[in-house]
Every structure is written in C-alpha cells, then in structure tokens.
C-alpha cells in the first residue's frame, strides 16, 4: 500500500528538488490544475510519447509515517491527512475545480496518504472531486469516506445507518469516487434507531465483498465504539479534537489506546480559528460556511478566545513555527496513532500544516503550552444544540 511513498526519508519542504525521488503515474490531463497554479514549480512535466503519461518530479514523503488500527485493520498512513471538505462544503467560497484537483494531488506528491471525504459533503460533489482527483493515483493513497445520513433535495435529512442505506452509500461513493474499494468507511454519526451492532455487521459484509477494507466511526461514545469493535474491529475513530476541544481525552481516548484503534482529530485547527486568520472582523461567507451559525465563531466568541490564539503566536514566534502549526504539532504529540486531518483550499496552508510534523516538543514545552492554555476558559460552544444531540461527546 503507497509504496512508493514510504521509501522516501522525511524531508521539509525546501529540500523538494530531488530528480531522483520520481514517481510516474498515467493519466488523462491530471496534471491540468498544476499548471494553472505555477507550472515547472510544482515540477509536472509532459513526458513520453503519448499526450496522457506524465512525470511528476520533485519530493517524496517528507511527511512521517503513522498506523491507525491494529492486526489485519492496520492502515499505515502520512502523519497529517488531507481533510477535502472545504474544497466544496462548510468552509465559504469554493474554488476553482481544477485548482482543488492539482490540490489534492500535489497534497499525494508532497506524502500525504490519508485523504478525507464524506457523502454529504455537497452533498456528493466534494466524493466526486476527490474521485478525481485521486484516479490516476489510487493505487498510492488511501480514501476515506462516510456514510449515515439521508439526503433530500441535496440536504442531509436525518441520520441513517440501516443495513440498505449503508450499502447504497457504499455502491454510490465507490462510483463517485471512480474506485472498486473504499480503505476507511466511517459511520458518521451515530444513529440511535440502528443497533452498532447491525451497522457493524454490515459493514463487515461489505469488507468480505472486497467493497470496503476498513471500519471507521465518527463522534461516537466509548460505549458504542467497544461494542462496534466487538463485531468489527474498527481502524479509526474520527472526531473533532484540538487545543479547543478536549473531551475525547477522557474516555475516548484511554479506550482507543486499550482497543488499538486509530484516532484521526477532525477540525484540528477549530475550523481555521487556531490559525490566527479569523477574529471577531471575520465575515463568513454565509450560503457555504457553517461557522457563520456556529457559537465559537460569532465576534464575541472570537474575542474572548483570542488569548488562546495569542499564546499559540508566542509560542510559534520564538521557535519559526506559525500558529496553524504549534496547533497541529501539539496534536501529533499527543498520541502515537493519531493522524489529523487538517482541511485548507490553499497550497501555502498545505505545506505549512504538513511542516508541523517536523517539529518535535520538549516535555517542558509541551508542559508549558499545556498548563498555559488550561487556564484559559474557552467560549462558545462548537455545535448548534442540534449538531450537538447527534455526537456522543
Ligand atoms: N467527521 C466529522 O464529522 C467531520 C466534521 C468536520 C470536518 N471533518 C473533516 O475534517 C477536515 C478538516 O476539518 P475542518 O475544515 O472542519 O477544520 P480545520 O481543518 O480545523 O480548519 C480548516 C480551516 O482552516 C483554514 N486553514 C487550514 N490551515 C490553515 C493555515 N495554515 N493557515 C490559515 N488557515 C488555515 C482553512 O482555510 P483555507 O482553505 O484558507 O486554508 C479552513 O477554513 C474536513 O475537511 C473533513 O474532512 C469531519
């Protein structure tokens, strides 16, 4: 699995140059995007003698391995995933397509293993998006999906995880994603009128099938996940987790850890909030942008935490490291087996997030970060009280 990009040794960015780190791979115009961003820079080249194989040349894996999951549920993957929502949901203006493809693929060139997607994420167009974007490369990477939600005139509609429902989610996304395999198929939320033990269950005949290789959760409770594992072992859970929420510290995690599941913090950066770029003069493209509705983003909120994001600039100034980056490198310093998924639109953001796995904390360090930013009340809640019944944390 991503072969290829295990061979290389962890380098940063600016080591990038290196022609005999080389990777080929065909396809029909995937490169397209690459050069509407800069061209020779992003080291695409035409190659051959066919119009659809290309080289790309430039970096291996600078990013630094990490397993989610254990025994024959291990996935071994970059130490950040790409989180690809906000490519098309939830994060304001959605770009150019084709900017968002050469995105994701220089995101596979520079390492990355692990990327990110959801059903009801468009709904259906991020899947398709990173279907792809990710054709030509499949075999390297890894894909993550989910399902767990009606959808009615392209909105979600209520939580489903019947046996029918899931594996018609499984047929769509399979094609959406233009692959015959799903590596992580995440149970969104959980659905309180299914048992765990039937969505489980299925999802392990879909395993069997060949049509999914891995079971995942997201937002569920310790409860539910040891009873999922029972029937299934589950890869990854995947849940919100940053320095502005914490919860899953208290018995998530300690279960994770005694199950040997794998931990994958989603909205690592809280939604853009821990990078320094939104204050309380944020204005929220509202028609895309579910931060505009949610408590922790509105001014007044945004002011009152800034003390937080102020400790996170502190801390990365004296050590050449951006706010964005103290976040996510303090995450990967919590736990071995954890592998973030921070989501950005941006190339900059893409190789400043992946240059946090570079850095190593002290205990002090960490200690300090640590007991600082306890202190510190966080304001506003992450969720409307709607989104907040349907996640067990
Ligand atoms: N399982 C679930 O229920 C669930 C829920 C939410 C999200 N997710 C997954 O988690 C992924 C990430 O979550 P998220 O988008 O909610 O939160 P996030 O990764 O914490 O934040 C993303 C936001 O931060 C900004 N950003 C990222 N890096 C930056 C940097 N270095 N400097 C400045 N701004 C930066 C991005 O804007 P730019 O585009 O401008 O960089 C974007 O608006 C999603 O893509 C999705 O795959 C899962």
Redesign the pocket.
């Known amino acids: 699995m991503a072969k290829n990009l295990k061979n290389g040794m962890p380098l940063s960015p600016q080591h990038k140059n290196n022609p005999s780190k080389r990777r080929d791979f065909l396809k029909t115009g995937a490169l397209l995007g690459s050069a509407l961003f800069a061209g020779p820079a992003f080291g695409a080249t035409k190659t051959g003698n066919t119009t659809d194989q290309y080289h790309i040349t430039g970096p291996s894996a600078f990013t630094k391995r990490r397993t989610l999951g254990s025994g024959n549920h291990s996935l071994e993957v970059s130490a950040l995933?790409?989180?690809?929502?906000?490519?098309s949901y939830?994060?304001?203006r959605v770009?150019d397509r084709k900017v968002s493809i050469a995105l994701i693929r220089q995101a596979a060139e520079e390492g990355v293993t692990l990327f990110?997607?959801?059903e009801v994420?468009g709904p259906y167009i991020?899947e398709e998006l990173v279907g792809e974007a990710l054709a030509p490369l499949r075999n390297e990477v890894l894909i993550?999906t989910?399902f767990g939600f009606n959808i009615e005139n392209g909105n979600m509609a209520g939580l489903n995880s019947r046996p029918e429902q899931i594996r018609k989610v499984a047929e769509q996304s399979l094609k959406r994603l233009k692959t015959d395999h799903i590596d992580l198929f995440?149970q969104?939320?959980v659905d309180p009128n299914v048992p765990i033990e039937e969505v489980a269950g299925t999802v392990k005949k879909l395993i069997k099938e060949g049509k999914v290789r891995n079971f995942g959760l997201?937002?569920a409770g310790a409860e539910t996940i040891r009873k999922a594992h029972a029937v299934q072992p589950v890869t990854a859970v995947?849940?919100?987790y940053?320095l502005m929420w914490k919860k899953q510290e208290a018995e998530v995690l300690p279960l994770l850890e005694e199950l040997g599941i794998g931990f994958?913090p989603?909205?690592?950066?809280?939604?853009?909030?821990?990078?320094?770029?939104?204050n309380q003069n944020t204005r929220f493209y509202a028609p895309n942008d579910n931060?505009a509705g949610l408590p922790r983003y509105q001014p007044e909120a945004m002011q009152q935490n800034w003390p937080i994001v102020a400790t996170l600039i502190d801390f990365g100034h004296l050590r050449g490291l951006?706010?964005?980056?103290v976040?996510l490198a303090w995450l990967l310093a919590q736990k071995p087996w954890s592998v973030?998924?921070?989501?950005?639109?941006?190339l900059?953001?893409?190789l400043?997030?992946l240059g946090s796995a570079d850095f190593q904390f002290t205990q002090e360090e960490l200690q300090e970060l640590n007991s600082t930013i306890s202190k510190m009340t966080i304001h506003g809640d992450r969720y409307t009280q709607e989104e907040q019944r349907r996640?067990e944390n």
């Open positions: 995933g790409l989180g690809c929502m906000g490519m939830h994060r304001g770009p990110d997607t959801a994420y991020n993550s989910k995440y969104h939320r997201s937002e995947q849940s919100e940053s994958v989603y909205s690592p950066v809280c939604r853009g909030y821990l990078t320094g770029m939104l931060r951006t706010p964005s980056q976040a973030p998924i921070p989501g950005t639109t941006k900059a953001h893409l400043e997030n996640v």
